[in-house]
C-alpha cells in the first residue's frame, strides 16, 4: 500500500499522483492521512484502484469517480461521490448534504446517516444509506436506486423520474408527484443484491418503495393556455 500525506504533497500532487494511474495501475492500493477535512479529495479517478482516506474529509471527496473504490474512515463533507461514473465511496461515518449528487453510475455506501438532498438529480448512481436521510432528498431523481434503511425527511423524491426509492422506516412526507408503490418480486431482488453489497443486514421485505405517479413531467393540453 502506498501512503500519501496530504498534509505534507498537497491536494493538488495527492490527486495527480492518483489520477496518473489511468493509463497504466502501478500501485492498487492508496492510503491518505492526516485528511483533516479537506476538500475535494480523490476526486476524477479513472483506474481500478482502492483509496483509503483516513480521517473525515471536506467537500467532493470522490467525485467523477470511475471505476476506482474510495473508502472515508470517518465523516464526509457535502457532495460525496458527486457526478460518479462507475466504481464505489464507500463512508464509513455520516455523511453532509446532496450526497451521491448527480450520480451516473457505481455505489455510494454511507454507514452512518445523510442530510439533506441525498441522491439529489441522480442519473443511475446506487446509494445505500445504513442510517437516516434528511429533507428533499432523490429530488428530481432520474434513474437508479436509493435505499434507505432508516427513516427519510420532508418532501422524498419531489419532482421525481424514474428512480427507484426503497425505505424501510418511516417517511415524514412525499414531495410532488411521488407516491408509494408496489414492491413486486423484482424489485424484492435487486434490493436484496444492493443491501448485500453494502454489508446492511436488513431485510427486502422490511422495506417499502416509491416512486413517481407520472404526472408532474408529462404534458397536459388541459393545462395549456
Not at 461521490?81 to 465511496?89: D, K, L, Q, R, Y
Not at 445504513?130 to 431523481?141: I, L, Q, R
Not at 412526507?173 to 436484496?192: F, N, P
Amino acid at each position: 500500500m502506498q501512503t500519501l500525506d496530504l498534509q505534507a504533497v498537497g491536494l493538488r500532487e495527492l490527486n495527480q499522483k492518483l489520477q496518473s494511474q489511468k493509463d497504466s495501475v502501478e500501485h492498487q492500493r492508496w492510503q491518505v492521512v492526516n485528511a483533516k477535512g479537506s476538500h475535494a479529495i480523490a476526486v476524477g479517478l479513472d483506474a481500478p484502484i482502492e483509496v483509503t482516506v483516513e480521517g473525515s474529509t471536506g467537500y467532493y471527496c470522490g467525485g467523477m469517480n470511475q471505476k476506482a473504490t474510495v473508502t472515508i474512515n470517518g465523516y464526509a463533507g457535502p457532495g460525496v461521490a458527486e457526478n460518479m461514473m462507475s466504481g464505489s465511496v464507500i463512508v464509513e461515518g455520516d455523511a453532509s448534504q446532496y450526497a451521491g449528487a448527480t450520480g451516473n453510475g457505481g455505489t455510494l455506501v454511507i454507514k452512518g446517516n445523510a442530510s439533506s438532498r441525498c441522491g439529489i438529480s441522480m442519473k443511475g448512481i446506487n446509494i445505500v444509506v445504513h442510517g437516516n436521510v434528511g429533507h428533499m432528498s432523490a429530488f428530481m431523481a432520474q434513474s437508479g436506486n436509493l435505499v434507505v434503511c432508516g427513516d427519510a425527511g420532508e418532501a422524498l423524491g419531489d419532482s421525481i423520474y424514474e428512480a427507484r426509492l426503497f425505505v424501510r422506516g418511516s417517511v415524514q412526507s412525499l414531495g410532488a408527484d411521488c407516491i408509494e408503490k408496489e414492491m413486486k418480486e423484482e424489485h424484492l431482488q435487486l434490493l436484496k443484491q444492493l443491501l448485500e453489497q453494502a454489508q446492511s443486514d436488513a431485510k427486502p421485505e422490511e422495506f417499502k418503495r416509491y416512486g413517481s405517479a407520472r404526472k408532474l413531467y408529462n404534458f397536459n393540453i388541459d393545462n395549456a393556455y
